[in-house]
Nanobody
Framework: QVQLVESGGGLVQPGGSLRLSCAAS????????MGWYRQAPGKQRELVAT???????NYADSVKGRFTISRDNVKKTVYLEMNRLKPEDTAVYYC??????????????WGQGTQVTVSS
C-alpha cells in the first residue's frame, strides 16, 4: 500500500509563512515527479508547484517568488515553503506524486489534503 501523508497546514495571518510536508510510504521503488495542488471553495483544483526527480521545479505564476518546492529523496518527502501568504492562497492543499512501487508499478497518487487558511 502506497500512501502520501501531508502535514503543516493551518491558520496564518496575511504576510505570514507556513511549511507543508508530504511523506510517501509503502513498498516504493522510485518516485518521479512530486507536486502540490490546491483547491479553493467553488473552484477547480489547480497546480501550485512541481518538482522532478532531478530537482527541477515549476511554479504557478500566482506563487512565483513566494513559494518554494523542495524534496528529500532519501526521506521520500516533498515540501512547500509558503511565504508572504495572501487570503487568496486559502485552499485545501494536496500532495501528488508519480510513484513506481513494487506491487502496483507506475501510478499517480494523491494525499488526503491539508487546509491552509490565510486570514486576519
Amino acid at each position: 500500500q502506497v500512501q502520501l501523508v501531508e502535514s503543516g497546514g493551518g491558520l496564518v495571518q496575511p504576510g505570514g509563512s507556513l511549511r507543508l510536508s508530504c511523506a510517501a510510504s509503502g513498498s516504493i521503488f522510485r518516485i518521479n515527479a512530486m507536486g502540490w495542488y490546491r483547491q479553493a471553495p467553488g473552484k477547480q483544483r489547480e497546480l501550485v508547484a512541481t518538482t522532478g526527480s532531478s530537482g527541477s521545479t515549476n511554479y504557478a505564476d500566482s506563487v512565483k517568488g513566494r513559494f518554494t518546492i523542495s524534496r528529500d529523496n532519501v526521506k521520500k518527502t516533498v515540501y512547500l515553503e509558503m511565504n508572504r501568504l495572501k487570503p487568496e492562497d486559502t485552499a485545501v492543499y494536496y500532495c501528488n506524486a508519480d510513484i513506481n512501487s513494487v506491487v502496483y508499478g507506475q501510478r499517480n497518487y494523491w494525499g488526503q489534503g491539508t487546509q491552509v487558511t490565510v486570514s486576519s
